[in-house]
C-alpha cells in the first residue's frame, strides 16, 4: 500500500507519480473557517467618477458586482478543478472606494464550517465581482486594471491562522 504523499509533499494536489489529485479531507475535523481576499481595479478618473455617482448607464454596478461575487464563491467548485464543493455559510462583498487612485479595493469575506478552508472561495469572490465591474465599465473604459488580488487572512483548520502583510 502508497504511503499518503501529502505527508511527503506539501503540493498535496499531486500524488507521488505528479498526477494531480482531489485531497481527501475525510479524516479532517469540522472547524469554522473564515478567509478574506481582494482584488483591485484601476479606473480613469472619468469611469470612477461616473462609477462613483451612479451615474453608469447599466445601473448599480456595485451592486451587481457584489452578487456576481457571491455567485463566484457557490461556484468555485465549478471552476477551480481540485476545489471541494463545500456549504457556504456567508458570503460578504465590501467595496473600498479610492478617490486619489481612482480605484477599488474589492474585499470578500467567506465563511464555513467543514473540513476544508475556504480562500479560494473568497480568491474566486474578488476575482469576479472586479471582472463584473469591467464588463459593465468597458464601453466607457477598456484601460482598466485588475490587479493585486489576494489571500489577507484565514483562520481555521489544520494550518492555522494566515495574515498578509498589508500593502
Known sequence: MKKDSAAQNPLS???QAGNARMVDVGGKQDTRRVATACSEIML???????LTSGSIGKGDV???A???????????PDLVPLAHPIM???AEIDFVKHDETSSIE??????????TGVEMEALTSATVAALTI?????????AMTISNTRLLEKTGGKSGNYQAERK
Open 13 to 15: 494536489h499531486f500524488d
Open 44 to 50: 480613469t478618473p472619468e469611469i470612477y467618477t461616473m
Open 62 to 64: 456595485l451592486g451587481v
Open 66 to 76: 457584489r452578487i456576481a461575487g457571491i455567485m463566484a464563491a457557490k461556484k468555485t
Open 88 to 90: 457556504i455559510s456567508k
Open 106 to 115: 474589492i474585499l470578500a469575506t467567506i465563511s464555513t464550517t467543514g473540513k
Open 134 to 142: 469591467y464588463d459593465m465599465c468597458k464601453a466607457v473604459d477598456k
